[in-house]
């Protein structure tokens, strides 16, 4: 399995914008760049994927790297509730749904 | 919808007793998976199923584990017989369509093994 480079933790201040990288050097074509994170006494829940192009949704963007060696999840305004673990993950698709997570960014806010 | 439910949420039990833990997946969702968490291990995946077949168990640590999804809303993951290095959170999770499709993550279940 492609790993994923995180740093193990990063600080933000409430209402700032939140850039969290993930540098996935050894990635395959065919690997999707899916984002997950995990809230205190929770399960993981789904943020953001992509493939190539940069992605959008209401939670936060992904932009990817025109190499797609590195990417980056941006939180466009922190909030206390985005204090969590985020998981960047290689691959999940079909023929191969295994989702292997690394040992994630723990975000902490800072009100 | 009310989610993936899984229980119990909570199991304490003795070393060499069985255990099973349940889940019940988002209707409609086509497959399933079983992850364990631990401070030593993180999160990773035991098993994944694919309308109710298995399609990869090389993250099942030993033949102490089973799991078993007999239709396409229930699944089992059992420990036979459990031990103190069992204790982890065992989370279920489901997806309709497999491939990149969103995991939707269960509130786990604690098990400690005494």
């Known amino acids: 399995d492609a790993k994923t480079t995180q740093p193990n933790s990063m600080e933000s201040n409430e209402e700032e914008p939140v850039h969290l990288p993930c540098n996935h050097s050894?990635?395959?074509?065919?690997?999707?760049i899916h984002w997950y994170r995990q809230l205190p006494s929770q399960g993981p829940e789904y943020v953001i994927h992509?493939?190539?192009s940069n992605v959008n949704n209401r939670m936060a963007s992904l932009a990817i790297a025109e190499d797609r060696k590195s990417s980056t999840l941006i939180l466009h305004r922190a909030t206390l509730r985005d204090a969590a673990v985020y998981y960047c993950?290689?691959?999940?698709?079909?023929?191969?749904?295994?989702?292997?997570f690394g040992t994630g960014t723990r975000l902490t806010i800072i009100p | 919808d009310a989610g993936v439910i899984q229980s119990p949420r909570h199991e304490v039990t003795e070393m060499g007793q069985e255990v099973t833990l349940r889940c019940k997946p988002i209707?409609?969702?086509?497959?399933l998976f079983w992850y364990r968490q631990t401070m030593m291990r993180g999160l990773e995946l035991l098993i994944y199923f694919n309308n109710n077949v298995p399609i990869d168990d090389s993250g099942m640590p030993e033949d102490r584990f089973s799991a078993k999804m007999p239709n396409a809303s229930f699944s089992t993951l059992k420990i036979q017989p459990s031990e103190p290095r069992d204790s982890a959170v065992y989370f279920c999770?489901?997806?309709?369509?497999?491939?990149?499709?969103?995991?939707?993550f269960g509130p786990g279940t604690r098990l400690t093994v005494l």
């Open positions: 209707s409609g969702h086509d497959y």
């Open positions: 993950i290689l691959g999940g698709f079909f023929g191969n749904e295994k989702l292997t």
């Open positions: 050894t990635i395959s074509g065919t690997d999707y």
């Open positions: 992509g493939l190539t």
């Open positions: 999770a489901s997806s309709q369509g497999g491939g990149d499709a969103e995991q939707f």
